[in-house]
């Protein structure tokens, strides 16, 4: 059974400031996903990560897979209100027969204070 | 693109009934995932399909169970309603989830 540890759990800071959210595990990845959950909806992909070392920046958000890909980080910088958040990780392990499911991380809630 | 539909958004049920959730996935999408998402246990996967076939489950009782049509509209269903059975269900598509999946707003399941 696979693991993805998240931390931290609950952050509020606030405009202008920057963050990191860790995602780590001891399993190996195949695919290492960050999504984000508004109240009331279903989380919403923002970036996939698949090759160890990789780096993807989307705007304001720098997302980083680990070299043995075990681990995922997002790093927010001047964040804004309309960040506000649940951001999760969820790692997938695929073979010839599909995934073995998405296993996610409990999630990093967090608050953007004017 | 139309998104991936989940209904109802809202179901109450009573403990011991059983329920069916409906998913309409991403036109051309042939896979179909299912999640349950507490505040507790955070999303649990509970099955994926593809072209009919269920490919994986996770690790829930056998009260829970699903399906795929041929059109790869899916269903879930979950017999003898059990109080921690509340949640939000999540339905996610995809072409290949390996880039990634397309969730569904969910279906806000409450057992009382």
């Known amino acids: 059974t696979q693991l993805l540890e998240q931390s931290p759990q609950f952050l509020s800071i606030q405009e202008g400031e920057n963050l990191t959210v860790y995602c780590n595990s001891s399993?190996?990845?195949?695919?290492l996903q960050w999504y984000r959950q508004e109240p009331g909806e279903g989380p919403v992909l923002l970036v996939t990560?698949?090759?160890?070392?990789e780096v993807k920046k989307l705007k304001r958000l720098t997302f980083q897979f680990g070299d043995a890909r075990k681990d995922s980080s997002l790093h927010i910088t001047a964040a804004q209100p309309g960040d506000t958040g649940l951001y999760l990780c969820?790692?997938?392990?695929?073979?010839?027969?599909?995934?073995?499911?998405?296993?996610f991380g409990k999630g990093t809630h967090l608050i953007i204070q004017p | 693109k139309a998104g991936v539909t989940q209904t109802p958004r809202y179901l109450i049920k009573t403990r011991g009934q059983q329920v069916t959730l409906s998913c309409s996935p991403i036109?051309?999408?042939?896979?179909v995932s299912w999640y349950q998402q507490t505040p507790g246990q955070g999303l649990q996967f509970l099955f994926e399909?593809?072209?009919?076939?269920?490919?994986n489950k996770g690790n829930f009782p056998g009260r829970f169970s699903g399906r795929q049509f041929s059109n790869s509209r899916s269903e879930m269903n979950v017999s003898t309603l059990e109080l921690g059975d509340s949640a939000l269900y999540l339905c996610?598509?995809?072409?290949?989830?390996?880039?990634?999946?397309?969730f569904g707003s969910g279906t806000r399941l409450t057992v009382v």
């Open positions: 996610a598509s995809s072409s290949t989830g390996y880039y990634g999946y397309t």
């Open positions: 399993s190996v990845f195949s695919s």
């Open positions: 990560v698949v090759t160890g070392g």
């Open positions: 969820a790692g997938g392990i695929f073979s010839g027969g599909g995934a073995d499911g998405l296993t």
């Open positions: 036109s051309g999408h042939r896979s």
């Open positions: 399909y593809f072209s009919e076939t269920q490919r």
